[in-house]
């Protein structure tokens, strides 16, 4: 890694460590991964939990990337299906649709991460 960057990536090291454990929204893109790796390795493998949530507007193409992955760096990984859509669509098309979506997903994400005892949840 450059040197330019280094201190960057050991302050998100540093960060990721102020939790015990931590469930990622993983959606398999740069950011998303880039903190899945950087989780496993301040954390450790078995403190971190990469969730991909499958829904209407994820491709199956970027499943398969984020299982690659996931598998070639030793991160867990687990995929939920989720309708991030039916929120918008019950309130029809408003300026702030994201946050419909969003409360979907990180509700659903909330939860599990209490289920499974994990301490926070992050996203990229």
């Not at 390795?41 to 970027?62: I, N, Q």
């Not at 299906?81 to 649709?97: K, L, S, W």
């Amino acid at each position: 890694m450059e040197s330019k960057y280094a201190g960057r990536y050991h302050s998100l090291l540093n960060e990721i460590r102020k939790t015990p454990s931590l469930l990622i929204a993983f959606s398999g893109g740069v950011d998303s991964s880039l903190l899945a790796f950087a989780a496993v390795e301040a954390l450790g493998r078995d403190k971190v939990l990469a969730v991909t949530a499958l829904a209407r507007t994820y491709p199956g193409r970027e499943r398969a990337e984020a299982e690659s992955f996931c598998r070639a760096h030793g991160v867990s990984q687990r995929f939920i299906e989720t309708d991030e859509v039916a929120g918008i669509n019950a309130h029809g098309n408003p300026f702030d649709r994201c946050y419909y979506c969003k409360l979907e997903l990180f509700t659903r994400l909330r939860d599990l991460a209490r289920s499974e005892g994990l301490a926070a949840v992050a996203e990229g």
